[in-house]
């Protein structure tokens, strides 16, 4: 179970300046301005994980011009958005990059549950630089000496909760310290994940399929093994229970799941089922679910 009590004082005050700043239409999360009025005077906000950036951030631009409601959206690692949603009592829709943040989520009384709706489906993958220098062609490659890895802090962002669960199932005891060892970084979304790689800050991260397409010039996708993939993950959407337009909320939902709010994601090449996910592993697996970070990886 996601434990939001260990970084919650950590994050609390960069959250709240976070917010005071969105309130005054200037905030550091990349986001549509609040400031810009729309057309009809109506505004969704979205508390959104970064594993969505790219193609929400078209698909809400395309519901913007459709129905002339500006939709506000800030990113960041799941269970942090989580918690400035919480802390800020604002917000019309929580959309997670992960089904244990939405768990977590639900269990807190933050969402509608029945409102729940689940939008793509994503797979892990090694993420590396475009032309993979390091010749990086496994998993257990990023245990060798002079590997430089980044994956995201496991406490709030899913790809790095992900990462941590295909970790503790793959390698012994000694290929995981030896992993350990090579991590230079824990970034805090999915989009500085994929930056990291993109920057040539480190050689290899352990993401998602999709970050390939996020920055094809800069970055190569290095498959998993079938029995390294784990799970499917699935980004899903639902009301949160701050909301003041329901009705809103909702069709934003169901413009998502409409073919036209798909195409953003089929752009980036985000599965549209669990079958065409498990197409690409190569076998049936899991969907969605819940891991439970192990304490060595909590930060103490």
């Known amino acids: 179970m996601i434990n939001f009590a260990r970084y919650k004082q950590s994050v609390i005050l960069v959250a709240l300046s976070v917010w005071l700043l969105l309130l005054s239409g200037c905030a550091g999360n990349k986001q549509s301005t609040p400031s810009s009025a729309s ?5 969704l906000l979205v508390f959104a994980g970064a594993a969505s950036q790219p193609p929400l951030e078209v698909a809400a631009k395309t ?12 990113f960041g690692g799941s269970g942090y958005v989580l918690s400035q949603m919480k802390l800020g009592k604002k917000g019309d829709l929580y959309f997670p ?13 933050m969402v509608f549950p029945e409102t729940e709706q689940k939008i793509v489906y994503l797979v892990s993958a090694i993420n590396v630089q475009k032309g ?13 000496p002079g590997i430089k890895v980044a994956i995201a802090n496991p406490e709030g962002v899913c790809v790095g909760l992900y990462a941590v669960e295909i970790i503790e199932n793959t390698f012994a005891s000694e290929e995981k310290q030896a992993f350990r060892n090579n991590i230079s970084n824990y970034t805090e979304s999915c989009e500085k994940t994929a930056t990291a790689i993109s920057l040539k800050t480190v050689d290899a991260v352990i993401g ?4 390939q397409y996020w920055a094809p010039e800069k970055i190569e996708t290095v498959k998993l ?44 090449q985000y599965f549209m089922t669990p079958a065409e996910a498990a197409a690409y592993i190569g076998g049936d697996r899991p969907v969605g679910g819940e891991y ?7 930060k103490q």
């Open 132 to 144: 993979n220098p390091k010749n990086i062609t496994s998993l257990k490659d990023l245990t060798k």
């Open 63 to 74: 519901f913007e011009q459709k129905t002339g409601v500006k939709v506000d959206l800030v």
């Open 292 to 298: 439970a970070l192990p304490k060595e990886w909590l």
């Open 208 to 211: 998602w399929s999709v970050f």
């Open 97 to 109: 990059g992960s089904s244990d943040f939405m768990e977590a989520a639900k269990k807190d009384g």
């Open 39 to 43: 057309p009809t005077g109506k505004h």
């Open 225 to 268: 093994k079938p029995s390294e993939m784990l799970r499917i993950g699935y980004i899903p959407i639902a009301i949160s229970k701050y909301t003041e337009n329901r009705e809103l909320a909702q069709q934003f939902i169901d413009f998502l799941q409409s073919e036209e709010g798909k195409a953003a994601f089929k752009k980036y």
